[in-house]
């Protein structure tokens, strides 16, 4: 049977109404979506059960408390939503504050459901990593990449990883994870980010030529196409791959 999986950091400033209507055009099996509001805005006291209610899947998620760029500190999740019934789910952090401040000093999680798709036990992990400046490793985030590569280590079939790394294809991160799950697609010179205007710290972007996501999976499962979903709601774009299950 062939299973589809979109990733998408849909960016905790968008209008959830909006995200929906894009999920609704796109409709995957599974979703892996990022900075999904807990108490941000009126018309949507917690996102993740938003979008669950509005496509009627089944839904997990892990509350996050996140500082903006302009020092407001507001909770956003990780949620993986499914067609298929979710069996088991867990997080785990993979970050924490250690009081120094700034993006590398606060929660980041990695979320995983086990779902039952026709009888076969399937493994989704999603992630969104912490940001460092213009993307550039640093000592705190390949202690956060270790921490991560413990939690993939342990699946070796049926399993698909998601995120938003804010990591570049050629960075420890990326190179680290692809050493033990293949990278699902679509080619890495294809970018995500951004499609808004960025601006902190003395970086400023805001044109689409950065790659941040990406969908990796075990070697059994593959890959019948991969595609970047083109839209101007969220500052990254949506991965959509389809996967040959058996």
């Not at 950091?9 to 055009?25: H, P, S, T």
């Not at 779902?115 to 460092?132: C, K, Q, R």
Request: hydrophobic share 35%.
């Amino acid at each position: 049977m062939q299973l589809s999986i979109l990733q998408w950091n849909v960016w905790y400033n968008e209008d959830i109404r909006a995200i929906a209507d894009v999920l609704k055009q796109h409709p995957a099996d599974v979703l892996c979506l990022q900075e999904l509001t807990i108490g941000h805005v009126l018309f949507a006291d917690k996102t993740p059960e938003y979008i669950a209610e509005q496509l009627g899947y089944h839904c997990y998620y892990k509350d996050i408390p996140i500082e903006t760029t302009t020092g407001k500190g507001i909770t956003l999740a990780n949620a993986i939503l499914s067609k298929f019934p979710i069996t088991a789910s867990r997080f785990v952090w993979i970050n924490q504050p250690r009081m120094g401040g700034g993006f590398s000093d606060e929660y980041r999680a990695y979320v995983e459901v086990t779902l039952d798709v026709a009888g076969t036990p399937l493994t989704v992990g999603t992630t969104h990593m912490s940001y460092t400046h213009r993307f550039e490793p640093t000592e705190r985030k390949m202690a956060e990449t270790h921490n991560l590569l413990q939690e993939i280590d342990q699946h070796t079939q049926n399993f698909v990883f998601t995120g938003d790394f804010n990591a570049l294809p050629d960075s420890p991160t990326i190179t680290a994870i692809s050493k033990r799950l293949k990278n699902a697609g679509p080619p890495v010179t294809q970018k995500t980010w951004t499609t808004k205007p960025f601006d902190y710290n003395g970086f400023h972007e805001e044109n689409l030529k950065w790659r941040l996501d990406y969908v990796f999976a075990t070697p059994d499962l593959r890959v019948q196409s991969a595609d970047i979903i083109d839209t101007a709601t969220s500052d990254h774009l949506p991965i959509l791959v389809t996967f040959e299950f058996a």
